[in-house]
């Protein structure tokens, strides 16, 4: 399996963009999903996640009442909404998946063995 991240850009302040992660090659089942954001020099932070079974969700602090991650069984595709960017946001952001079993925090990278490439969000 996997992971392909799209929708990613430049916004100005105040905007919005969507995130969206397909898992390909297979099927994503009962799994915790997450999206990552990393700057250079800094170590990768993990903004939200889910449970594929409907578990969640899970949000950082810095990003609660704007983003709003979602899990479509069908699509097999993972969704991060983001709204009132901030020029904070700006990052690489990942998509992640792990089996619902693995152990640590949802949040934490440690915890994903799956990623995607990432993708480019800018905010000015």
């Known amino acids: 399996v996997q992971l392909v991240e799209s929708g990613g850009g430049s916004v100005q302040a105040g905007g919005s963009l969507t995130l969206s992660c397909v898992a390909s090659g297979g099927t994503i089942g009962r799994y915790c999903m997450g999206w990552f954001r990393q700057i250079p020099d800094r170590e990768r932070e993990g903004v939200a996640a889910v449970y594929t079974d409907g578990g969640g969700p899970y949000y950082a602090d810095s990003v609660k009442g704007r983003f709003t991650i979602t899990h479509d069984d069908a699509s097999n595709t993972l969704t991060l909404q983001m709204n009132s960017l901030k020029p904070e946001d700006s990052a690489m952001y990942y998509c992640?998946?792990?089996?619902?079993?693995?152990?640590?925090?949802?949040?934490?990278?440690?915890?994903?063995?799956?990623w995607g490439q990432g993708t480019q969000v800018t905010v000015s």
């Open positions: 992640a998946a792990s089996p619902k079993s693995s152990m640590g925090w949802v949040l934490g990278s440690a915890r994903y063995h799956l």
